[in-house]
């Protein structure tokens, strides 16, 4: 008697279900575009109440009201809000004003940079001479006659006027959701058929609840850490207004990658325009890539739990997708998401496979996987 092969049994999957699940799929994804201007607040809403939520249930065992905790840090967040624009308008706005001025100086400071390649480029064009042939006709000069940094420091400076909107919708979205108590915890129960079931959809909820709070803020105050470290440095180094540095550090670093990235090269160009010598002006960037780096490979490994972290790859399909689908709230929005979504599937068997995709490689399982390979081929 043979023996039968594991996949001899396995259930074929009706190709009519792949393709409903890809149309599913896909129609998701089209409402999650189409619908951006709706779903954003409503999205940064939920996100600020799942931060708040542990922390309102806790002051609600000493008799602190729903709506009153929730009106606290409502408020909260709105003076932290208006003190960092008010901090930032000032400089901003002197930006923006002194943007030809600003331009001359950077330009002024790459021509002496470009000075230095001199023989370099000598030498390019007169291989480059040697190889054109005399019969070829003149390329047309491109001369552009207007600046475009000025525009571009306005739009920059503009953009965040509807992002206020944005915001506001959302905190008041969030007020009521975090005024509610646990209403919609209680109309999930009542829905649900079985005590099992209930059971399971409240033990879900509150983990999730309490990992996403417990990231979000742990990530809030490692980028406090780091822009008080960026403020200082920079006020060491002669960088004007350095609390606006530390300001944008701080918002820059919830985004991976892009955000340091983005930091470390506007951080540069600035210095390149206030400093006189460039070897002095690149210590700027270089201070800002030093703090990053530490705080990427010490601190937020240190103190973030395994089961929130996320692969290099899975954070960077996120930031793709949502910055193609919401643009700059996408952006923000990405790895908290992410975080939802992997704490998520690890209650849930059906997802726990996404989940380990979603996660770090661990050595332990690789290990395992080293020391099961040999034992598989010596038992064949």
């Known amino acids: 008697m043979t023996a039968k092969r594991p996949d001899e049994d396995a259930i074929p999957i009706p190709s009519s279900r792949v393709a409903l699940t890809g149309l599913f799929i896909l129609g998701i994804i089209a409402a999650i575009y189409l619908a951006r201007d709706f779903l954003i607040p409503v999205v940064f809403a939920f996100m600020i109440a799942l931060t708040f939520r542990p922390a309102i249930r806790r002051l609600a065992s000493y008799n602190v009201p729903p709506w009153a905790a929730a009106t606290g840090f409502a408020t909260i967040l709105v003076v932290a809000c208006v003190v960092a624009a008010y901090l930032a308008?000032?400089?901003?706005?002197?930006?923006?004003?002194?943007?030809?001025?600003?331009?001359?100086?950077?330009?002024?400071?790459?021509?002496?940079?470009?000075?230095?390649?001199?023989?370099?480029?000598?030498?390019?064009?007169?291989?480059?001479?040697?190889?054109?042939?005399?019969?070829?006709?003149?390329?047309?000069?491109?001369?552009?006659?207007?600046?475009?940094?000025?525009?571009?420091?306005?739009?920059?400076?503009?953009?965040?006027?509807?992002?206020?909107?944005?915001l506001s919708g959302a905190l008041v979205i969030a007020l009521f959701l975090m005024a509610s108590g646990d209403l919609f915890y209680e109309k999930l129960v009542r829905v649900l058929p079985t005590f099992r079931d209930k059971k399971t959809a409240l033990r879900i909820v509150y983990d999730v609840e309490r990992e996403v709070s417990a990231y979000l803020f742990t990530l809030t105050a490692v980028n406090a850490g780091v822009a008080v470290a960026?403020?200082?440095?920079?006020?060491?180094?002669?960088?004007?207004?350095?609390?606006?540095w530390a300001l944008l550090a701080f918002f820059l670093n919830y985004i991976p990658y892009i955000g340091p990235i983005a930091g470390t090269l506007l951080s540069g160009l600035a210095a390149i325009v206030v400093f006189d010598t460039i070897g002095y002006a690149l210590l700027t960037p270089l201070v800002y890539a030093i703090i990053i780096g530490a705080e990427t490979q010490f601190v937020s490994p240190y103190v973030l739990s395994r089961r929130l972290r996320i692969n290099s790859v899975a954070i960077l399909l996120a930031l793709a997708f949502w910055t193609w689908a919401w643009g700059i709230p996408g952006i923000i929005l990405a790895v908290p998401l992410l975080v939802t979504l992997k704490v998520f599937c690890s209650h849930l068997d059906s997802l726990s496979n996404v989940g380990e995709f979603l996660g770090e490689s661990t050595s332990d399982a690789t290990a395992q996987a080293e020391v099961a390979a040999p034992a598989e081929k010596g038992g064949r």
């Open 89 to 166: 308008s000032e400089p901003i706005s002197s930006w923006v004003a002194d943007a030809p001025e600003i331009q001359k100086a950077f330009l002024e400071k790459i021509r002496n940079i470009r000075s230095w390649f001199g023989g370099l480029l000598n030498l390019t064009e007169q291989i480059q001479d040697a190889t054109t042939p005399d019969t070829e006709e003149g390329v047309q000069e491109v001369v552009v006659k207007e600046s475009g940094l000025p525009a571009l420091l306005a739009t920059v400076a503009g953009y965040p006027a509807n992002f206020v909107f944005m």
């Open 230 to 244: 960026v403020g200082i440095s920079f006020q060491l180094l002669g960088m004007p207004t350095p609390y606006l």
